[in-house]
């Protein structure tokens, strides 16, 4: 029978691996609206700091459309149809800066919410969790931005085609909930990796259960770029297919990597017993 010294210097460590069974549901409550407070703080913070640069990120983010309608001949200016038409889009556009810029502490605030439940070793991938996190959202607005919008535009504005009798009076509103669909569509598209990353981590999706479900993974993959695509043409289809394949495999490799450790760490417990 172990002493009670000896059970006391087994606590840390059983606390460590999956402490989260030692809470009671208040406590969970209690934690989630703690997490869910630290969000929302960050996120107003970062809304504050987003409408100060909306008119800057407004100008940049005009940029696409401006070049579309000077390719095709038409002027190259937006237009708002109602007096507090531009001053509703800062503070959209402020908004969704501030999510952008509260990601970080979001995603934090989750990670930190779900760790009672698992592993030190997995707990200490929250640095790792957190920037690629936030580096796949950002590359996949910048891939929508400098890729897919330019096609997506051309072919919008020049699709009546050169000797068309009307002329495009594009208004701002309209045009940004057009482009911020796209790039929070796809900045959410790219998170697939990490998404498969927590799934591994629980056991919810193995490598070879994603590998043997390529087929179907396309099939899905190509539904939602049929519908989340806002042109008909296949061109642009394809262009948003393909990061999204490529993302599923980098999806596998980060499961077989997950798996891989999991495995080296039960041999290692079973040769210690």
Known sequence: MATPSQADSTRPDQAGDGGADRMSLFEHLADLRKRLLYSAVAIGIGFVIGFAVAKWVINYVAKPMVVALQQAHYPDKLIFTGPAEYI????????????VIALPVVLHQIWLFVAPGL???ERK?????IFSSVFLFLCGVAFAYFILLPFV?????TFQGPQGPFQPLISI???FDLILIIMVGLGAIF?????IFVLSVFGIVTPQWLWKNFRYAILIITIVAAVVTPTPDMTTMLIFMMPMIGLYFLGIGVSYVVFRKKRRRELARQGAS
């Open 173 to 175: 509103s309209e045009y």
């Open 125 to 129: 991938a929250v640095l790792s969790f």
């Open 88 to 99: 509703n889009l800062l503070i959209k556009v402020g908004f969704y800066l501030g999510l």
């Open 153 to 157: 535009l051309k072919f919008l504005i």
């Open 191 to 195: 998170e697939l990796p990490v998404l």
């Open 119 to 121: 592993y030190k070793h």
